[in-house]
């Protein structure tokens, strides 16, 4: 079973000291979700809430992900998210091309391995330049259709840290972009998959599954 690979995975993680980033983090975070879930949506790095919970995408981040997810008809429990780098960069610093390759290889590409997914969203440059190529920009590159190396069908969009920043007409313009992009995503799913139940009946409240975590 999916599941249970992905538990193995997630306790080898947690013993992972290979990179300096680790000295930094209380500890890696890993993913949250459904391992069948046809669908990945893959961010940066952990910022400070999530190393906090040790969940991914539980911050100011991932609750506007949640409401984006929920206006595209989908909820957390329903598909898998994950962070190409695992462990909090100090200072939640973007973590570099160099990091989020040495992590990617190490974890993100046993979870896909095990996962399967039939589309991935990459949420960010970081996940673009991973999955796609350093040299491509979130604001040319969103929206569009691209294979990664290992052969996944990708579409990037914005990181929601990227809306956070944004106010007025941006921010409207880049959410409704967003909208699209998840939009199209969950159709490419359907292609294949038409009966995937994306949705819940009810937003899931990430607070109430993970407890915060301290250093030991
Ligand atoms: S960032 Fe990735 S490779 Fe580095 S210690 Fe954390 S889990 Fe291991």
Known sequence: MKSNELQT???????????????????????????????????ESPGGVEDNYGCPL????????DKALWAAKMTRDRVLTTNIV????????????????????RWLEKELA???????????SVALHYL?????????SRGQWFKSKQGFDC???YHPSYLLRLSGHSQVTAKWDVFH???????????SIPDYNFMSIEPIDLFALFSKRTLN
């Not at 947690?14 to 879930?37: E, M």
């Not at 539980?58 to 992900?65: D, E, H, N």
């Not at 973590?95 to 990617?104: K, L, Q």
């Not at 095990?114 to 960010?124: D, E, N, S, W």
């Open 9 to 43: 995975l997630a306790t080898q993680l947690l013993n992972c000291t290979a990179c300096p980033l680790r000295q930094g983090a209380i500890a890696p975070v890993g993913w949250f979700g459904n391992a069948d879930s046809p669908i990945v949506f893959i961010g």
């Open 58 to 65: 539980i911050g100011p981040s991932g609750q506007l992900l």
């Open 86 to 105: 695992k462990c909090r960069p100090k200072g939640n610093r973007t973590p570099t091309i160099e990091e989020g390759a040495s992590c990617a290889t």
């Open 114 to 124: 095990i996962i399967q997914p039939k589309v991935i969203v990459a949420l960010g």
């Open 132 to 140: 796609g190529s350093p040299e491509l920009r979130i604001t040319r």
């Open 155 to 157: 579409i990037a969009t």
């Open 181 to 191: 992009d998840l939009e199209a995503a969950r159709n490419k799913v359907l292609e």
